[in-house]
C-alpha cells in the first residue's frame, strides 16, 4: 500500500460528555476508557499499518502541545492546526491539501480520535480493504452494522453491490440520512440495506481536492491559495486571515451527501463513537446488577437497591433506589441525569456559553 497515510481528526469538544470534556481537556485526551487517551489509543491501534510518519493529525492550536506529549513519536510537522474549531470540513480540506503538497500520489484514512474499536486487528484489515477501492477514485467509508435502531447516529444507504476484498463486500452508497428519528430508524433496521455512518473516511487526496473543487468551490479556493503559502514565513498569518471568512460545515454536508462516486465497507468491528455518558456505560464493565463505578473511589462502593447506572467519582459517592442513571462529579460541577437523556448534555453547554459561564466549558 504505497503513498497510505492516516489522518486523525482530534480538534472536537465532546460537549456531549460535559463535565468531564471540557475546552482545554476534551473527551480524545481523556482516559475513559483504559489508563490511555482516546488519542493516544486511536495511534496505537493502527500502528502495524501506518508508521509514526505516516500518521498526521488536524487539531486546534490549543489542543496540539499536549497532543504531541502524548504521541511524541509523530513528527510534529505532522501536527496540522486550525485556529479555531470551524466544523469538520474546513479541517479536513485544510489536512488534505497539506498532505497532497507532501504527497501529490496520497491515500489518506480520515480516522476521529474519539472512537473505541473492539476488533483492531480486522479493523486494520477493513483499512486495508478500503485503500484498494480507493485507488478506483472512490470515496471509501467504514459503515457500522447496526445493532439496533439509534437515532444518535447518522446511516448510509447501500446500494449495489460493486466487488468482494479480500473478504469484505464493498457496495456503492446510495445516500446519507443524518440522525433520523425512531420510526425511521427501524424502518432503516428493519431493510438490512443501511450501516451506521461511523465519520471514517479513505480517500485519495488529488479525488478529494476536486470533490472540494466540485462542491465547496470557496472551501477549495482557500485551501489550494494556503496549500502554496504552506512554506512562507507569514503562513501563520496568511492562515488566520482566510479563517475568518471559512465556510463552517460538517464533511457530510459539505461533500458527503452530494457526492456520487462513494462506496462503503459495512462491517462489525465493535465500534462505539463514545459520543455521549450512555454510550460510555455500554462499553465499560458493569457487575451483576448493571451498575458502573469509576473512579479513585470506585473501591468503595455504597450503592443500595441501585441498577443500570453510571457513577463517575474521585470521591465516595453513594446511590441509593435510582436506576438507569447517570451521575459524573467532577471539581466545580455535579452531572446527574437519566440515560435517555444523555444527548441533552450538549444544550447544558450551550447555555453556559450563552450566559457567559465561560470557566465551566
Not at 489522518?7 to 482516559?31: D, F, V
Not at 480540506?93 to 472512537?115: N, W
Not at 473505541?116 to 472512490?138: D, T
Not at 440515560?339 to 456559553?353: A, C, E, G, I, P
Request: hydrophobic share 40%; glycine share 6%; charged share 25%.
Amino acid at each position: 500500500m504505497n503513498h497510505y497515510y492516516a489522518l486523525i481528526a482530534a480538534g472536537g469538544h465532546g460537549t456531549r460528555l460535559w463535565p468531564m470534556s471540557r475546552a482545554r481537556l476534551p473527551k480524545q485526551m481523556l482516559p475513559l476508557i483504559d489508563d490511555h487517551s482516546m488519542f493516544r489509543t486511536s495511534v496505537d491501534r493502527i500502528r502495524t499499518l501506518f508508521s509514526p510518519e505516516d500518521i498526521f493529525v488536524v487539531t486546534s492550536r490549543e489542543l496540539a502541545p499536549e497532543l504531541q506529549k502524548e504521541v511524541g513519536q509523530i513528527p510534529p510537522e505532522n501536527f496540522i492546526i486550525e485556529p479555531y474549531a470551524k466544523n469538520t470540513a474546513p479541517a479536513l480540506a485544510l489536512a488534505l491539501s497539506y498532505i497532497q503538497k507532501r504527497d501529490p500520489e496520497a491515500t489518506v484514512a480520515i480516522l476521529p480520535a474519539d472512537h473505541h474499536i473492539v476488533q483492531q486487528e480486522k479493523f486494520c484489515r477493513v483499512l486495508e480493504a478500503a485503500w484498494q477501492v480507493a485507488q478506483e477514485g472512490q470515496i471509501v467509508t467504514l459503515g457500522i452494522s447496526p445493532s439496533h435502531p439509534a437515532t444518535g447516529f447518522g446511516y448510509i444507504q447501500q446500494g449495489r453491490g460493486l466487488a468482494e476484498v479480500d473478504g469484505f463486500m464493498v457496495y456503492q452508497s446510495r445516500r446519507f440520512t443524518e440522525k433520523p428519528d425512531i420510526v425511521r430508524a427501524t424502518q432503516f433496521l428493519a431493510s438490512g440495506q443501511y450501516s451506521w455512518n461511523s465519520g471514517m473516511f479513505i480517500w485519495r487526496v488529488d479525488r478529494a481536492m476536486r470533490d472540494f473543487e466540485r462542491y465547496q468551490p470557496a472551501i477549495f479556493a482557500m485551501c489550494s491559495y494556503l496549500q502554496s503559502a504552506f512554506d512562507a514565513p507569514d503562513y501563520a498569518e496568511k492562515l488566520n486571515d482566510i479563517w475568518e471568512t471559512m465556510p463552517s460545515l460538517s464533511i457530510d454536508f459539505a461533500i458527503m451527501e452530494k457526492a456520487d462516486n462513494i462506496a462503503v465497507i459495512p462491517n462489525d468491528i465493535g465500534w462505539s463513537d463514545v459520543g455521549n455518558w450512555t454510550s460510555l456505560y455500554d462499553i465499560l464493565p458493569q457487575d451483576n446488577f448493571g451498575n458502573c463505578i469509576k473512579g479513585d473511589a470506585s473501591d468503595i462502593r455504597v450503592i443500595l437497591d441501585t441498577r443500570d447506572t453510571l457513577v463517575l467519582s474521585d470521591r465516595l459517592t453513594v446511590a441509593i433506589g435510582v436506576e438507569d442513571i447517570v451521575v459524573v462529579d467532577t471539581d466545580d460541577a455535579l452531572l446527574i441525569c437519566h440515560k435517555d437523556r444523555t444527548q441533552d448534555v450538549k444544550q447544558v453547554v450551550d447555555y453556559l456559553r450563552e450566559n457567559g459561564n465561560e470557566e465551566y466549558l
